[in-house]
């Protein structure tokens, strides 16, 4: 099994409605982030979180809200979703030390029509 | 601030052609580098690192270096193969670990 796994896997849906995306990881880490990609414009930051109380927006926050229902979940949602939000969204974790590297799920390619 | 810029793409090479891909950083205090790399259809998997300076890492026949004094972590491969194509991503995490910041992505196909 994957160390962090993303559902769906591919999601089409109608604009204006609400959608969730989630999150697991086996990896114990504390650091969960959600990124969105589109081409050229690499990884952008949505929303990340260092523990289950602690939650915090990033780049391009608006639009979109989290949950961060236990150490291992973290689910994304777009309350009404618009077509630029058609993208490849990334969950990723990190252990949050100095050093550590971000560990990635599979991604999630959402198209909203 | 915290950025990196990498050489855009799309790079084709020949096989066992020699790869750089240029990535450069802006960071206040000690960094960490990393090199990803996302295969069609898949996440980024991270490919090397390097936490401190004149640091090599290595993986795969990949090689990048750190170098505070020019603020560079590029990207070399002697001799590629048809495998290696794939999308790779620059990136740093701050001093403290908690923050990711990464480049543009520079995708590279290699042909027979």
């Known amino acids: 099994d994957a160390d962090v796994t993303q559902t769906p896997r591919n999601r089409i849906t109608k604009t204006g409605k609400r959608i969730m995306l989630e999150c697991s990881q086996t990896?114990?880490?504390?650091?969960m982030y959600w990124y969105r990609q589109d081409p050229g414009l690499g990884l952008r930051l949505i929303y990340y979180?260092?523990?289950?109380?602690?939650?915090n927006k990033g780049e391009i926050s608006d639009g979109y809200s989290v949950s961060r229902q236990a150490q291992a979940k973290f689910s994304l949602s777009l309350e009404s979703a618009i077509p630029n939000q058609t993208a490849l969204y990334f969950c990723?974790?990190?252990?949050?030390?100095?050093?550590?590297?971000?560990?990635f799920g599979q991604g999630t390619r959402l198209t909203v029509v | 601030g915290n950025s990196v810029t990498q050489m855009e793409g799309p790079v084709t090479l020949s096989e066992e052609a020699f790869l750089t891909i240029n990535c450069t950083y802006t960071a206040t205090g000690y960094p960490s580098l990393f090199w990803y790399v996302q295969y069609p259809g898949e996440g980024l998997q991270l490919l090397l690192k390097?936490?401190?300076?004149?640091d090599k890492g290595s993986n795969k026949g990949f090689e990048a270096t750190y170098r505070k004094e020019t603020t560079s972590f590029h990207l070399e491969k002697g001799s590629v193969q048809v495998s290696d194509s794939a999308v790779y991503f620059c990136a740093l995490s701050d001093q403290s670990g908690n923050q990711f910041y990464f480049g543009t992505g520079t995708s590279l196909t290699v042909i027979p």
């Open positions: 390097a936490t401190k300076a004149d």
């Open positions: 990896k114990g880490h504390d650091r």
């Open positions: 979180s260092f523990d289950v109380k602690d939650i």
């Open positions: 990723a974790t990190s252990g949050g030390f100095r050093n550590s590297e971000a560990f």
